[in-house]
Nanobody, 113 residues
Framework: EVQLVESGGGLVQPGGSLRLSCAATGFSFSSETMSWVRQAPGKGPEWISYIGSGGTTIYKDSVKGRFTASRDNAKNTLYLQMNNLKPEDTAMYYC???????RGQGTQVTVSS
């Protein structure tokens, strides 16, 4: 069974940092391109990053230079380092197998003073 479990969210002040993790089981993680997706209240899902099996990354312009996606294929884990967080980054964050609708339960990120 495919499972994705996100963690690391929380409440942070503007300008702060968080590191999200996504533990993957039940599929060949190292072979898959993975995405980070977020969804703010009342809005649709928003793709923000993807990372290829070899580590190539692409980012949405609004997070470029602030967010860094990485992966540890030995640990079947995906990461998202988020720096200089802004209130508009507030959302539920999900990891997702690229090209599928398979995602975890999400982890909430709230940026507020």
């Amino acid at each position: 069974e495919v499972q994705l479990v996100e963690s690391g969210g929380g409440l942070v002040q503007p300008g702060g940092s968080l590191r999200l993790s996504c533990a993957a089981t039940g599929f060949s993680f190292s072979s898959e391109t993975m995405s980070w997706v977020r969804q703010a209240p009342g809005k649709g899902p928003e793709w923000i990053s993807y990372i290829g099996s070899g580590g190539t990354t692409i980012y949405k312009d609004s997070v470029k230079g602030r967010f860094t996606a990485s992966r540890d294929n030995a640990k079947n884990t995906l990461y998202l380092q988020m720096n200089n967080l802004k209130p508009e980054d507030t959302a539920m964050y999900y990891c997702q197998i690229f090209g599928t609708t398979t995602r975890g339960q999400g982890t909430q990120v709230t940026v507020s003073s």
